[in-house]
């Protein structure tokens, strides 16, 4: 049975094997009770993959002012009824023309496509996405972190995620992040939450810090 970070256990199990890292065990000790793995969580899977897109390549605060007003355009509509609205009516939210196309795409896809992402693998789930055309990489690891809730991903694609460990860890080179990364499987998942936790609240680690 596939295991998801969607239960206490899981949270305390991954936790528990991350504490091996002195970064980690600061990060668990210092805000380790505020993370919370599910709170991206969207059953309508056409709809977290719009919302990834809306994501894509700008800010956290202009992603959070974007998705608002977005979920204020589609409240109530069923993804059919998303798919009728004019492509400028979307983009008057702050979209541009490409990613409106993006988001239609999606939204198409998985009016033709009937998929059982729970009874998937990573790796199919994202051979099937990589195929809708505005759907790369990271979108894909977002989607299996947040939405799929798999308890093993990382992204080295997500420029945050690489500047908090830099930042973390005092050392620029990506080959030994990479290494460090490895130490923290089966649960990257766990990690990159708490590193994403790190940068967006400015709570590093020292390296004399007391844990």
Same mark, same amino acid.
């Given at each position: 049975?596939?295991?998801?970070?969607?239960?206490?256990?899981?949270?305390?199990?991954?936790?528990?094997?991350?504490?091996?890292?002195?970064?980690?065990?600061?990060?668990?000790?210092?805000?380790?009770?505020?993370?919370?793995?599910?709170?991206?969580?969207?059953?309508?899977?056409?709809?977290?993959?719009?919302?990834?897109?809306?994501?894509?390549?700008?800010?956290?605060?202009?992603?959070?002012?974007?998705?608002?007003?977005?979920?204020?355009?589609?409240?109530?509509? !069923?993804? !059919?009824?998303?798919?009728? +609205?004019?492509?400028?009516?979307?983009?008057?939210?702050?979209?541009?023309?490409?990613?409106?196309?993006?988001?239609?795409?999606?939204?198409?896809?998985?009016?033709?496509?009937?998929?059982?992402?729970?009874?998937?693998?990573?790796? =199919?789930?994202?051979?099937?996405?990589?195929?809708?055309?505005?759907?790369?990489?990271?979108?894909? =690891?977002?989607?299996?972190?947040?939405?799929?809730?798999?308890?093993?991903?990382?992204?080295?694609?997500?420029?945050?995620?690489?500047?908090?460990?830099?930042?973390?860890?005092?050392?620029?080179d990506l080959n030994s992040l990479k290494s460090i990364s490895e130490k923290w499987k089966p649960y990257r998942t766990i990690a990159a939450?708490?590193?994403?936790?790190? +940068?967006?609240?400015?709570?590093?680690?020292?390296?004399?810090?007391?844990?």
């Amino acid at each position: 049975m596939l295991e998801l970070i969607d239960n206490e256990k899981v949270i305390n199990d991954a936790f528990k094997h991350l504490s091996n890292d002195k970064v980690m065990e600061f990060f668990i000790n210092s805000f380790g009770d505020k993370i919370n793995p599910n709170d991206r969580y969207n059953s309508n899977y056409a709809i977290s993959i719009c919302n990834l897109i809306i994501e894509q390549q700008i800010s956290f605060k202009a992603a959070i002012s974007i998705k608002k007003k977005f979920f204020n355009l589609i409240d109530g509509k !069923s993804n !059919s009824e998303i798919l009728k +609205i004019p492509n400028d009516k979307i983009q008057s939210i702050g979209l541009s023309f490409r990613k409106v196309e993006y988001i239609k795409n999606v939204l198409i896809f998985f009016r033709d496509n009937k998929i059982n992402i729970n009874e998937m693998s990573n790796d =199919e789930i994202t051979k099937s996405l990589i195929s809708i055309k505005g759907i790369g990489k990271w979108t894909c =690891e977002m989607f299996l972190m947040f939405v799929c809730l798999r308890k093993d991903i990382f992204s080295f694609g997500d420029l945050a995620l690489v500047n908090s460990m830099k930042k973390n860890y005092c050392i620029d080179d990506l080959n030994s992040l990479k290494s460090i990364s490895e130490k923290w499987k089966p649960y990257r998942t766990i990690a990159a939450i708490l590193l994403w936790y790190s +940068i967006e609240n400015n709570i590093y680690f020292q390296p004399n810090s007391s844990l």
